[in-house]
T-cell receptor
Framework: KQEVTQIPAALSVPEGENLVLNCSFT??????LQWFRQDPGKGLTSLLL?????REQTSGRLNASLDKSSGRSTLYIAASQPGDSATYLC??????????FGKGTRLHILP | ETGVTQSPTHLIKTRGQQVTLRCSSQ?????VSWYQQALGQGPQFIFQ???????GRGNFPPRFSGLQFPNYSSELNVNALELDDSALYLC????????????FGPGTRLTVL
């Protein structure tokens, strides 16, 4: 069964800290991996997409890495801000074009 | 560029009723996927439509059905609603030539009483 695990399930950190969110997946034959942000009761906002041939992607204060051999991805957030508070979801697309999501990490940045 | 839109925003139904949810894909995208997200869970893949044909289905019963129209907008139909169908229903559009990056709509919150 294809699964995505996100650790930790919840995280609270003071404003200004750098932090890392972890994602592990069971299928090394992924097509791509995507990180999303979700505010309470809202839809998903795409943050970064990493193709299977890539190792990392960067956008502003965000950096996502991909290690297919170990089945891991990390999302690094630099200089966290209260506006970063949200749930962060990791998902991979398999070779059958199905997307498998983790349950997310609820992030709370303390002012 | 127009993003993904969904209607209605919220919906309340009773057990046994039928519901239709609608999604307009992002301009230029020919693929639409539907997801069910229960409270505190990640989205679960329901099915995907590509150029008006179903192109993959998750572990959902046949009472979950869909359509895609020539303009690539889509409908999700759920018959014989059950209490456990209460969830946020998300639609995402993508373009296979653009690495299949998924762009999501705001979702429809369905409550079944």
């Amino acid at each position: 069964k294809q699964e995505v695990t996100q650790i930790p399930a919840a995280l609270s950190v003071p404003e200004g800290e750098n932090l890392v969110l972890n994602c592990s997946f069971t299928d090394s034959a992924i097509y791509n991996l995507q990180w999303f942000r979700q505010d309470p009761g809202k839809g998903l906002t795409s943050l970064l997409l990493i193709q299977s041939s890539q190792r990392e992607q960067t956008s502003g204060r965000l950096n996502a890495s991909l290690d297919k051999s170990s089945g891991r991805s990390t999302l690094y957030i630099a200089a966290s801000q209260p506006g970063d508070s949200a749930t962060y979801l990791c998902a991979f697309m398999n070779r059958d074009d199905k997307i498998i999501f983790g349950k997310g990490t609820r992030l709370h940045i303390l002012p | 560029e127009t993003g993904v839109t969904q209607s209605p925003t919220h919906l309340i139904k009773t057990r046994g009723q039928q519901v239709t949810l609608r999604c307009s894909s992002q301009s230029g995208h020919n693929t639409v996927s539907w997801y069910q997200q229960a409270l505190g869970q990640g989205p679960q893949f329901i099915f995907q439509y590509y150029r008006e044909e179903e192109n993959g289905r998750g572990n959902f019963p046949p009472r979950f059905s869909g359509l895609q129209f020539p303009n690539y907008s889509s409908e999700l139909n759920v018959n014989a609603l059950e209490l456990d169908d209460s969830a946020l229903y998300l639609c995402a559009s993508s373009e296979p030539g653009l690495y299949n990056e998924q762009f999501f709509g705001p979702g429809t919150r369905l409550t079944v009483l």
